[in-house]
């Protein structure tokens, strides 16, 4: 299979829109990225939008304004609603033909949206006058183990005597995530309360977790779905995938180690997860595709719904994930965030199809805005390692940051910032914007007990 | 707090519907449990009801009839949706509102139904003519692992050395549970396949399970849910809660046991789980609720945010689960189902209540439709075990059937048949329905290598 580069992507075609720069945005015209905005305090229901630089091309408005044609008039059609779901329904021909479109409108010299008098306010508004939201009603979150470093790290803290297990170089673990709890970026993240038990106590004690953690993640978003009792064919994963997001899976280290036997992660996850606003597509990540990771040898060879030899050269995706940490001290001194962990999808030991065409192996039907997480990125250097239980070898050992600071793990106040990109030879950046979460401090006892309960719609 | 007891559970009321027979129906008038459906064939859109005997009675045909006031106006017109997602948001005090009317018009004496010359066909249709739907749009679907006696029994084949964990008796363990796959009775349910590794095989191979199992479990469906970040307190939990269904968390135990580690149950789930269409409310519950299981001496006390003391007298819920099995021979020898588990919810080791404080104890958001699930349930005698993986030890000791069969798991073409009742004395015996499932045979190979792929909604 080769790798399906096009006009889109050309390294020299820019935008005439000044802030579409690609050395200084995520978003250049090669990128594109989908996602659901609103313009703040305005009369609309959010809707969906592409970025481009500093602005949003407001997708149902240009519809509106006969800006497109073909299968671009269904897909730019299906944006008017409140999640991109309809959307992602209509499969990667549809999302194909509206992209390269809106490409053709942005590209140097089109002057098509400019010949609309009021095209800075209605067709494609400055970003800081928007809200976004989350790009997906999703209907199920499924949260994947698909590092080895991390896997091999983290289990090795949980279970010293065993830290890989025996299935995983078979198959890409995973579970079933939290779906309610999934927030946009920007939204703060409350610490939770929860049991936990010291091991040298007797008993847990119920209260604020101590060491809460992030997890550096990659999340891939669904298009259509398959019907329940039909696996999908690991030829054909790919077409179910719209594109990625950066994801930050908190999570409450000390709630977890107590509560993940038998039955896996529960409440240590399940107070949040964070996702980025733009996603970025599987069509605008084409010219980053690389092979999948190379498994060591006398590692198992996969079973036959899971072999990728026919996409061997594209299975993999070269993406850099880099996490900032901003303290209270540090945002009142003006001290830039500190990267803490940067890491690539290029050294999952599951590449996105292999993990799709697992989890519909059993006839599991995915749907459209379903949320895929490639669990946390690490990679093999300690600079690659992903979450802070990682980096701090289970809290032994501290990490220093600027301003002579210390941490663990984090403390209220704290702002985490994931940001990602891609690049390679020939083609130009594109990145994939950020996600942000600031920790609020956990409620007080008396409130927590009180639980303040809305009696209407939540 | 006393039990709610009012004129809609007095066991002398009768309805004018003949078919509400207490000792023939699960459906008499002191039940009235809500579903979603729509007439076979018909064009309305899927609505909500309530059963009484054999019939459904239509309560946005009832609203438009101009048959209630008040609250149950307000309730009646949410149900209006194709789910019961609307009216589960409004909150115990327009359900309950709703029941009451629906009980007065349904009583003995009352004519006001029958006034409406086309009543028959319009607003109190026989059920068989009905198609039933899930009664929720799941949002999220939580199982626990609430029974001490079949987390033991399972721990012991699956850790003999350590059946139950440390965790066990101090929190309600649970797990996400996929909301896609989940189907209303009757829909049959085809045979996963997946990765599965013999003990004494070098490695796993991939291909239809071989270890079917059932697993009898009370459904609970969400009401009013909490705002992400606020908990419910304890004492608040039951005003969260809608009702009660039947639930089969159809389980491939060969996908489990090599999946299951470390991040619990995935595929050998997700397949399938079937839930009853009918809700029967917590208001028709009330007159069999009983104490929380009685925690053994020595066991330990119950941290704040789980303490049920000032619900000790009715925490708890007598309902008994049974399950019965059909197999392709008893149908065609005529044969009645065979009983294999009958359990009690009485007998769970956390009560509805704790299960969904703890849910929501980290400030994770309920919303209305979530579904949680009890896990399965077995009781202290052999034949209260929930399901087949307890009964037959682990695959070592078959059952008998009827008819010189036995199973050790479900073989293509068995039938699932999960029932359920109350009984108290002094109150009239309500039932559940019934959740019923034919196992399908796997998908030939080819094709599911094939994975057929819908192209569009699937």
Known sequence: MTLRIDATHDAALRSWVDSANPAASDFPIQNLPFGIFRRRGGPDAPHGGIAIGDRILDLPACLAAGLFTGLAVQAAGACGETSLNALLTLGRGCWSDLRRQASGLLREGDTRIRLHADWETRLLLPMGDAELFLPAAIGDYTDFYASVFHATNVG???????????????????????????????TPVRRPSGQSKADDA??????????????????????????????????????????????????????????????????????????????????????YRVPA???PGGDPAVLPHLDQAAQARRAGLNATFELFLSTPKMRENGTAPFRLSRANSRDLYWTPGQMLAHHASNGCNLRPGDLLGSGTLSGPAKENEGCLLELNRGGKEPISLPDGETRRFLLDGDEVILKGYCEAEGFARIGLGECRGLILPALAPAAAAAGKIPRGPA
């Open 293 to 295: 990771f190379a498994r």
């Open 202 to 287: 007797p008993d847990p004690v119920f209260g604020p977790s101590k060491v809460l953690d992030y997890e550096v993640e990659a999340g891939f978003l669904v298009g259509p779905g398959n019907r329940l009792g039909e696996p999908i064919a690991i030829g054909d994963a790919e077409d179910h995938l719209f594109g990625m997001c950066l994801l930050n899976d908190w999570s409450a280290r000390d709630i977890q180690k107590w509560e993940y036997q038998p039955l896996g992660p529960f409440l240590a996850k399940s107070f949040a997860t964070s996702l980025s606003p733009w996603v970025v597509t599987l069509d605008a990540l084409e010219p």
């Open 156 to 186: 090795g803290l949980f279970r010293p005597d065993q830290p890989l297990l025996p299935n995983y170089k078979h198959l890409p673990i995973g579970y079933h995530g939290r779906a309610s709890s999934i927030v946009v970026s920007g």
